[in-house]
């Protein structure tokens, strides 16, 4: 068996999902592929039933927002494969106000929470995802926390100066 | 050596001692608290550190947690709340029998701390009385050991009438508590 | 006719009655429950059927607000993810930015921050092991752990003035070297510290009424917790050797010596028994440390050289005019920060706990995820309390080591 090298990931990846996969670079010596979004389910699971790769981890996901970028929201998916100690980061974009993704739930038990919070803090939708519900935050927030629009500090707070604080 | 509390001002004769009511109940009520801690953070480590042997919380005869908020008599507000736990707090305190204590620990609990965020409270006397707050992010246990003692004198001075007074009504009132 | 209509009932009418099920409240403010975690369970009898846990009690939006803040005013919160290792969280956060800005750290100052990191790992799980002898009923280990682990706290204190919530170090290092006092403290530590431990392993690790209660409570087999991305302690009682320190060596942990403990079952005993271990490995990282540390030819540094990050000396702002320049915009945050992503995750009290920060370039992370291992791994809690009784659940919570600032971040 080769070891797995970013480019061995690289060129399986792309010999199976040809154009779908957008960009592969490796920031801090850590493969990050983009892939289009419609087949980011189809690739994890690829990753994941692949006996020369062996992604059986998920070690963490999480939502992206850049408002100003012309993809406004991702969603970061990180990989663990513990046969061969190699990690691989996945990102898919979209422009969707509204973005919808494709639940993990039934390939990793451990992304149902991680679903949710993505839900709760982004508002982005999993299809095929269980239970989905705020987790983090009260039912009745309006918004969604982590968005950049959304302010930080207490809007009720009514004993701070700005001009004291100077922001 | 063992240093029994003291008896308070009265006067004294072969065979017995007078003094008023209200000392007598407020050195009984001073010397055996029974704390309700309502630990959500970090603040409730160090209360676990005060628990423990070197600090030992039992020399203040508050050695008996209460986990029940029906016979607690102070309430240890330790650590964050969220708004989410605001409900749940509040519904702590009115399970309690009168009299009772508050004592805030820590920044996060008197004021919401480093945390002025959306889901945090900022402070929870927006939403109980509070009676002592001890500040720090956590306090020492010596800070808590202090803010126990600043209740204990308060209880120990506090008039049996208190509780029945206007003033105070005016003051759950206030929190919308009955 | 008569007679006909009444019915005798069958004995096992009486065995088998008609399944009612209770529901029962368990928490948020459960003294057992350790912090706040809510757990409606659904209860035949003393059985669990069926439980539904809440969390986001303690939700105190981590992520938002390190978004705005400069970087070095992120350690703070760190602090208090994980607030039995703050240190583990404080130092992961500072090789996180030392990685995104380049820098290659002393390898002393790597030795100090294992010695750091070590220490927390012991009074993380004394934490943990103290509470599990609680709930299982011997308060007696409790006391004489959390005695012990006051030293810890002052050998914190030596360090950097705090005792638990440590902001420890800075980006690039150390903001002092250790004091003489620290070390005495650390020496008196490793040579009190055994003998306390074994005494709680005889308190407990054979005792009959802990290990009936312990062993078979909360299982989880290995697949399934890979599957649910359980870490740390609780992946290594299930039986797998899984340990970031080897696997992926930061801060010089590849020199040391040091054995894995790994369970087979996967319940609340084992995960008791895997802390333990790792108290003792950690004990003997800190003696490897403290040995390196004396062969090696650099006794002095204590920081890496990194002035656009790393604080200068008091005595430099006051008296240089570079000094005071840097200081200013190192305080102000507003030196210059590469733009990229990077992961780094170290082996915290309770598994990966991995920082994932997008940096434009500006002054605040873009972006700060923490991978939290608390969070993931509690989401097993329903699964692994099924079929269990009641009071086992609770010891299971208690030696997942869940925690609450963690969980909920």
Redesign the interface.
Known sequence: MTALTNQVIEDTLRNQFHDKIISVEAPYDFLTITVSKDVIKEVIRFLYDEPTMDFKFLTTCCGLHFPDADQKFAMMYQLHSFVNNFRVRLKAFTNDENPVYPSLTDIFKAANWMERETYDFFGFRFTGHPDLRRI???DS?EGW?LRKE????????KDKDDAMFGR | MVEVTKAPEGFEGPGFFATSLDKMVGMARKNSLWPL??????C???F??TM???YDFARFGSER?S?SPRQADLLMVM???????GP?LRQ?YEQMAEPRWVLSVGACASS?G???????L?GIDRIIPVDVYVPG??P?PEQILDGVLRIQDLVQNESLRRRDSQEYKELLASYGIE | MENDKIKIPSPTHYAEPEKTYTTINLG????AT???FQNVLKMDGEIIVESEPTI??????FE??AEHRPYAQVT??T??LN??SSPINNMGWHMTVEKLIGTKLPKRVEYLRVIIMELARISDHI?CNAVIGVDSGALTG???L??E??KI?EIYEEICGA???TNIGRIGGLERDFNQIAWMKIEKFLKEFPLVLKEFENLLSRNRIFMDRTIGAGPIELQNALNYGFTGPNLRAAGLDYDIRVMNPYSSYEDFDFKIPIGTQGDTYDRFMVRQEEMWESMSIIRQAIDKLAKLEDQTSFHADVPEFYLPPKDAVYNTMEGLIWHFKIVMGETEIPKGEVYHCVEGGNGELGFYLVSDGGRTPYRLHFRRPCFIFYQAYPEMIKGNMLSDAILTMSSMNVI??EL?A
Do not use: W
């Open positions: 983090l935050n009260m927030l926390p959304f302010p930080l500090e207490d809007p009720f707070r | 801690p309502f630990a959500t953070s970090c409730g480590i160090e676990m550190a423990g042997a070197h947690l986990f650590g964050t709340i969220a708004k989410k736990m749940v702590v919401g480093i945390f002025d965020t959306y889901s945090v900022q992010c956590p020492r | 948020p403010t459960h003294p350790h912090g706040i986001g009690y303690i939700h105190r939006a938002k607000l703070p919160i602090d208090r607030y039995c934490v409790f006391v004489y959390f005695q682990r006051e706290y005792r638990l919530t609450a600032g909920d």
